[in-house]
C-alpha cells in the first residue's frame, strides 16, 4: 500500500517473549525482540515445517491493557489479500470461464475508459499500466488524515473510474508497475463470473474447504474481532502516543488489501497453494513464472499475485529464495513467505507500519528471513530494510 513519509517513530513500549529460558535462544525469537526494540511495538511470528511448528511473539498487542501480542489473534494482512485475489481468478481460469489473455473488457465492458486493450494477465502481473494506487481523494495525504478517515465508505466501481481518470502509465505489457487499482478490477471481475459477492466465492473456494476460520473480506465491517492484534501508527507530534487504528474501513482495497487473516491460516493457504492443493500445476506454474521487480537487480520478481524474493541479499550466496506476499495497511505491516513447495513457511505480522522507523523495517524482514537462512553479513539490516522499502 501507500506509504507516507514521515520523520517519526514509534517509541519502544514493551518487550516480552514466548520462548522458555535457555542458553541459546530461537534465532526466530532473538529476532523478534531485536525488531521490537527497533520500534515496533508488537509482533507475532508463526513458522512451520516438516520438524514442527514454532511460535513467537514480542512486544505489546494492547497498549492500554500491556497484554502480550496474542499468535493466534487476527490481523489485517494489506497486499497479501492479492494472492487469494489471483488465486480465485486462476480458479475461474481453471474452470473453463476465461482466459488469461483475454482483454478485461470483455467481461467487464465500459469499467475502463482506455481504448488499450488490457488482459487479465496484465492485471494479475502489475504490467498493465494503470495507476499504481487509487485517485488522491481515496489515499491519505496528512499522518491525521490516516486517523479522522478511517471510517469513510468507497464504492468499488466509484472508486475504480475515479482513479482511472488518470493515463495509463505506459502501454500495456510493454512494463511493470504496481497497481492496488487493478486488483479492485479483479475483484469486479470475479463477482462479474460467478453471480456473486466476492467474500462468498473467496468462503466457497478457499477459506472453507481449507477451514480458514480466521480469514474473511470485511468490505465495509470495520472491526477486526478477537482475538486480535491492535494496529497502531504514530500520526501526531510527542506528547501524543501511537494512535489505535484497529478500526477502519478499508472497503477501497476490496481486492487489492481488506482481508483479515491470522498468521497460522495464512501459512495453510501458501502450503495449500504452493503445493498444488489449490490450483492445477499448469496455472500454478504460470503463477509462479515471474517478471523483474524495477530497482531490485532481479532480486525481486512477481508473478500472477505471487512474490519471488531471493535472500542474497540478507544471507549471501547460496541463500534460497522465497515464495509468497507482503503487505501493508494503517496499523499492520505482513510478511507471508515460503520455500518453493510450500513445506518451510513463515508468517510474520507486525505494527505499526506507515509510521516505522528503517531500523524497524529491517527488523520484521529479518524476523521473515531467520526462518530459511541465517542472515549475518554485515549489511544484513541495510539489505533487509531495502527489501522492504521495495515492496511498498
Not at 99 to 121: A, F, K, N
Not at 124 to 152: I, M, N
Not at 314 to 320: F, H, Q, S, V
Request: net charge negative; hydrophobic share 40%.
Amino acid at each position: 500500500m501507500r506509504r507516507l513519509v514521515v520523520s517519526t517513530a514509534c517509541a519502544v513500549l514493551l518487550l516480552a517473549g514466548t520462548g522458555t529460558a535457555a542458553a541459546e535462544p530461537d534465532p526466530r525469537q532473538a529476532a523478534l525482540d531485536s525488531a521490537v526494540l527497533a520500534g515496533n511495538v508488537g509482533m507475532v511470528a508463526i513458522a512451520a515445517d516438516p520438524a514442527g511448528r514454532w511460535r513467537g511473539r514480542a512486544g505489546v498487542g494492547d497498549i492500554v491493557t500491556g497484554a502480550k501480542p496474542d499468535t493466534g489473534g487476527r490481523f489485517r494482512v494489506g497486499s497479501v489479500s492479492k494472492t487469494f485475489t489471483a488465486t480465485l481468478v486462476l480458479k475461474l481460469a481453471a474452470k473453463g470461464r476465461l482466459g488469461l489473455d483475454d482483454p478485461i473488457s470483455e467481461y467487464l465492458p465500459g469499467l475502463l475508459p482506455y481504448p488499450e486493450p488490457i488482459t487479465v494477465r496484465q492485471l494479475l502481473q502489475h504490467t498493465s499500466g494503470l495507476p499504481r494506487d487509487l485517485a488522491p481523494q481515496y489515499t491519505w495525504t496528512t499522518l491525521p488524515e490516516v486517523d479522522t478517515e478511517r471510517f469513510v465508505h468507497f464504492g468499488e466501481v466509484e472508486a475504480i473510474h475515479d482513479s482511472t481518470v488518470q493515463p495509463l502509465l505506459f502501454p500495456p505489457g510493454t512494463s511493470w508497475s504496481y497497481s492496488n487499482t487493478g486488483y479492485n478490477v479483479l475483484a469486479l471481475l470475479v463477482e462479474k463470473l460467478t453471480g456473486r459477492r466476492f467474500e462468498q466465492v473467496l468462503a466457497d473456494w478457499i477459506t472453507g474447504p481449507l477451514h480458514l476460520a480466521d480469514t474473511f473480506l470485511p468490505r465495509d465491517f470495520p472491526l477486526v474481532p478477537d482475538a486480535a492484534m491492535h494496529g497502531y501508527e504514530q500520526l501526531y507530534p510527542a506528547p501524543h502516543g501511537p494512535t489505535d487504528v484497529t478500526a477502519y474501513n478499508l472497503s477501497r482495497y476490496i481486492g487489492a488489501g481488506n482481508i483479515i487473516s491470522s498468521a497460522s491460516d495464512l501459512n495453510r493457504f501458501f502450503h495449500a497453494l504452493l503445493g498444488g492443493e489449490l490450483l492445477p500445476a499448469g496455472l500454478l506454474a504460470q503463477m509462479k513464472t515471474t517478471v523483474p521487480w524495477p530497482g531490485t537487480e532481479g532480486r525481486i520478481g512477481y508473478g500472477l499475485g505471487l512474490m519471488r524474493i531471493s535472500l542474497v541479499g540478507p544471507c549471501g550466496p547460496g541463500a534460497p529464495e522465497v515464495w509468497g506476499h507482503a503487505g501493508d495497511v494503517p496499523g499492520y505491516n505482513t510478511w507471508s513467505m515460503s520455500d518453493e513447495t510450500g513445506t518451510r513457511r513463515i508468517t510474520v505480522a507486525s505494527s505499526p507500519d506507515l509510521t516505522a522507523s528503517p531500523a524497524a523495517d529491517s527488523g520484521r524482514v529479518l524476523v521473515m528471513v531467520t526462518e530459511f537462512c541465517t542472515p549475518d553479513l554485515p549489511g544484513a539490516q541495510a539489505n533487509a530494510a531495502r527489501i522492504q522499502a521495495a515492496v511498498r
